[in-house]
């Protein structure tokens, strides 16, 4: 895949979260248009390599859009510059020939540099497992007919199910806030019948697990909702808010 | 009561309270702005000073002035304590930061335009509240009126009061709707209301605040 496009990379080189990290700056040649913004990257690694240099590790699975690892700071914002798409999904045809692009790590206390690009995310698990979970009975399983769940409770519990745990919304917010995250993990399971038991107790352990973890309060700037792949409203923050005020004042 | 402090010591706990007391200072405003514009009359400051007058002396009014500077002092103080805490969580700042393509200016700038705000009420106590309440300097023939055209004469002073009306004005084009997500007041129904009506009061309630010392330092208010 051959291109025309030249460019100049400046990309944040960190040998591990222990030594000080700097800027490298790289020229990448004939990259094709339709390369997405991994590709490209991975035509300067292969380069790298044969140089006999290190090369920029970042984090990918999927390369369709589905995973949430692909994780890079493009030109001040969170997966590049278009909407709705993660790392994986930009295409080169988004970036003009000369242009230079500056690729950081998502950048947060909560998110520690664990090599170059590549950030430890854990933190996020561990809000999952303070409380994102339900409890079911063994047995046979029921007869899903019993659950009266009215359509737009499952609209909403559907559309806030669609976070991929990527972190976009944290590098974007001036907060390193997880809100946006939280709040669609807390409302997937609010909203519905299977959610209930653990319900109060779920909402504060939560919000206190991502306290902990050392992300930052909501400034209510938007920012995270303009830059998340998966379009997570800003309702479900409002959603979390309700959530754990009412589990405040009513839990056991 | 460990567990009221706990929760209002979480990230959501401290805008609770930036919201509830940014909502009350909102609606102080209204009180404020609207007996204040009785200047605009032009009955020689009859109409406001007497309702000046009556502030004074009410007794439920002397007692909301407590509470007021009770709540204005708990915003200000949990205005900070966000501030500090939410600077630590990027210990590495970003090379480039491309903030106007996701978000407004001004609703990342919360910290400076309340640190403005701060330093103008400062001032504008110290031109008036301090100059009707703790000096003996108010009597018939110099009322607070007449103090009004006395400080407003001086051009410094109208620059120094139109530039804290515009950092209000966009402390509260965020601030406004930015309460109400905070009281999980989110909804298709009613959200796209609240915006329209806190863009419509800050900007409004600007206006007319920047329009006293303009007026009065251009003698059209006698
Ligand atoms: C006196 C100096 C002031 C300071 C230092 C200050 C500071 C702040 C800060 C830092 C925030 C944002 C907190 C955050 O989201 O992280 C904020 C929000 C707010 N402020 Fe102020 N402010 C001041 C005066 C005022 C006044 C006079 C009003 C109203 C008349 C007001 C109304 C609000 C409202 C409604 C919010 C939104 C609360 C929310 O987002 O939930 N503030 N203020
Ligand atoms: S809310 Fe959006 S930006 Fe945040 S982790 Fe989920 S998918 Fe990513
Ligand atoms: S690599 Fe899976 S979303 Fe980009």
Same mark, same amino acid.
């Given at each position: ?39 490209? !990257? ?12 290190? #090369? ?10 589905? @995973? ?43 998110? #520690?540099? !664990? ?18 979970? !339900? ?8 007869? =899903?007919?019993?659950?009266? !769940? ?15 745990? @990527? ?11 997880? $809100?946006?995250?939280?709040? =669609? ?20 352990? $939560? ?9 930052? =309060? ?5 920012? @995270?909702?303009?830059? @998340? ?24 | ?73 708990? %915003? ?30 001004? &609703? ?15 001032? %504008?106590?110290?031109?008036?509240? +301090? ?29 120094? +009061?139109?530039?804290?009306?515009? &950092?209000?004005? +966009? ?29 419509? +009061? &800050?900007?409004?309630? &600007? ?14 208010? %006698?």
């Amino acid at each position: 895949m051959e291109g025309n496009l030249n460019l100049t990379l400046k990309i944040w080189r960190q040998k591990n979260a222990q030594t000080a990290g700097k800027f490298e700056t790289y020229q990448v040649s004939g990259i094709s248009e339709d390369m997405s913004f991994l590709e490209m !990257i991975d035509v300067l690694n292969n380069r790298l390599i044969e140089e006999g240099d290190d #090369p920029v590790a970042f984090d990918h699975d999927c390369r369709e859009g589905i @995973c949430g690892m692909c994780s890079m700071y493009i030109n001040g914002r969170p997966h590049g510059p278009n909407k709705g798409v993660t790392t994986c999904q930009l295409h080169m045809r988004s970036f003009q020939d000369g242009q230079t692009i500056t690729i950081e790590p998502w950048r947060a206390e909560a998110f #520690p540099v !664990i090599k170059d690009l590549v950030v430890n995310r854990s933190a996020f698990d561990r809000i999952i497992a303070a409380g994102g979970f !339900i409890s079911v009975n063994t047995g046979n399983a029921q007869d =899903a007919n019993s659950l009266p !769940i009215p359509k737009d409770h499952a609209d909403d519990a559907f559309a806030a199910a669609a976070c991929i745990g @990527c972190g976009a919304c944290v590098a974007a917010c001036k907060n390193a806030s997880a $809100m946006l995250f939280t709040s =669609a993990k807390i409302s997937q399971l609010a909203l519905l019948p299977q959610g209930q038991a653990e319900r109060a107790k779920r909402a504060e352990a $939560m919000v206190a697990q991502m306290d902990e973890e050392g992300f930052g =309060a909501c400034s209510n700037t938007g920012a @995270c909702e303009a830059e @998340c792949p998966k379009g997570i409203s800003l309702e479900n923050i409002a959603r979390m808010n309700r959530e754990y005020f009412s589990a405040v004042f009513t839990s056991k | 009561m460990a567990w009221l402090s706990k929760s209002l010591n979480s990230s959501l706990g401290k805008k609770l309270l930036m919201a509830i007391t940014g909502l009350f200072l909102v609606s102080f405003l209204v009180v404020h702005c609207g007996l204040n514009a009785t200047v605009f009359f032009n009955d020689g400051g009859e109409t406001f000073n007497k309702g000046a007058e009556f502030m004074a002396k009410n007794p439920f009014i002397r007692t909301m002035e407590i509470v007021l500077f009770g709540g204005l002092l708990l %915003h200000i103080l949990d205005g900070l304590r966000l501030w500090i805490d939410n600077k630590k969580k990027r210990p590495v700042a970003y090379a480039v930061v491309d903030g106007a393509a996701n978000s407004k200016w001004y &609703s990342r700038s919360m910290g400076l335009l309340g640190t403005l705000l701060l330093l103008f009420i400062i001032i %504008h106590l110290k031109h008036f509240w +301090y100059f009707s309440r703790l000096t003996d300097n108010l009597t018939e023939e110099h009322t607070l009126f007449h103090e009004m055209q006395a400080i407003f004469a001086s051009p410094v002073v109208v620059v120094i +009061y139109v530039l804290g009306c515009i &950092s209000l004005a +966009y402390h509260l084009l965020h601030g406004f709707q930015s309460a109400f997500q905070t009281l999980g007041w989110n909804h298709p129904k009613y959200t796209p209301t609240i915006k329209c009506i806190g863009a419509a +009061y &800050s900007i409004i309630i &600007s206006i007319i605040f920047a329009a006293m010392p303009i007026a009065f330092h251009l003698n059209l208010i %006698h």
